[in-house]
């Protein structure tokens, strides 16, 4: 089993970017596909974006599409989560997550969950 730990939260004004990291253990990094959760306070965790193994395909939640990249770096065991244009509506704690079903939106197809990394947007 794969450990995660998020960093790069914070706080940002409205309209601006973020990048948040994952960085994971063991050697086995490279053979899990990924995800980004979010929860906002006082709501359930959402689906944030996914990847593959090998980087080449994500996808994501209609929410962030078009201002929200999920990258990873097999070499330094590491998912990215590249967050440009954020709103007040963006304000959650972010978990990194490793998936276990392709092109699920379910939290219970994912697993490994980090502690989280808070991102606050001030508008």
């Known amino acids: 089993q794969v450990q995660l730990v998020e960093s790069g939260g914070g706080l940002v004004q409205a309209g601006g970017s973020l990048r948040l990291s994952c960085a994971a253990s063991?050697?086995?990094?490279?053979?899990?596909?990924m995800g980004w959760f979010r929860q906002p306070p006082g709501k359930e965790r959402e689906f944030v974006a996914a990847?593959?193994?090998?980087?080449?395909?994500?996808y994501y939640a209609d929410s962030v599409k078009g201002r929200f990249t999920i990258t990873r770096d097999n070499a330094k065991n590491t998912v990215y989560l590249q967050m440009n244009s954020l709103n007040a509506e963006d304000t959650a704690v972010y978990y990194c997550?490793?998936?276990?079903?392709?092109?699920?939106?379910?939290?219970?197809?994912?697993?490994?969950w980090g502690q989280g990394t808070q991102v606050t947007v001030s508008s």
């Open positions: 997550c490793t998936s276990s079903k392709w092109l699920s939106h379910d939290p219970a197809d994912f697993g490994s």
């Open positions: 063991g050697r086995t990094f490279g053979t899990y596909r």
């Open positions: 990847i593959t193994w090998g980087g080449g395909v994500a």
